[in-house]
């Protein structure tokens, strides 16, 4: 399982707001991204769910995705696993969540990142095995 860490150390290289000594993604700059991150994760988490490999589409009503839990957003655990595969999770969560950091200050850049966002998702939607089943012709065939 892919954790919250993994997916914010990504999404910071991304936007190149690392360390550039020692590659580090925890700074003074990323100190308010990383109080943003779990809320960010949880919009998202749900609608992506569906698609991940962890879906269970046999379960009654409406599967419920496993948010990640928040305690203290001045100290948020990142060391909880994200309830979706690891394709989603690392292939397209960091693009989305670079894309929401950064909207309120890059609009260009944050358009770029949710634009790759949605490629990486139609890709990866895109590819979902399949099955074929029968069309039933109750009135028979014309």
């Not at 925890?26 to 991150?37: I, L, Q, S």
């Not at 790759?116 to 014309?142: H, S, V």
Request: aromatic share 12%; net charge negative; charged share 20%.
């Amino acid at each position: 399982m892919v954790t919250v860490q993994q997916i914010f150390d990504t999404a910071i290289h991304l936007m190149d707001e690392q360390n550039e000594s020692n590659g580090g993604t925890e700074t003074v700059d990323t100190a308010e991204y990383k109080y943003r991150t779990i809320s960010i994760l949880n919009s998202v988490i749900p609608a992506l769910y569906p698609y991940s490999g962890n879906y269970d589409p046999g379960a009654f009503g409406r599967p419920a995705a496993q948010i990640l839990a928040v305690t203290d957003y001045r100290n948020p655990d990142f060391t909880q696993a994200v309830a979706l595969d690891d394709t989603l999770c690392l292939a397209v969560l960091p693009y989305y969540l670079a894309a929401q950091l950064l909207s309120a200050e890059n609009e260009v850049l944050s358009a770029w990142f949710m634009n790759r966002y949605r490629e990486a998702f139609n890709d990866l939607r895109n590819r979902i095995p399949a099955d074929f089943e029968r069309i039933p012709t109750p009135y028979g065939t014309f």
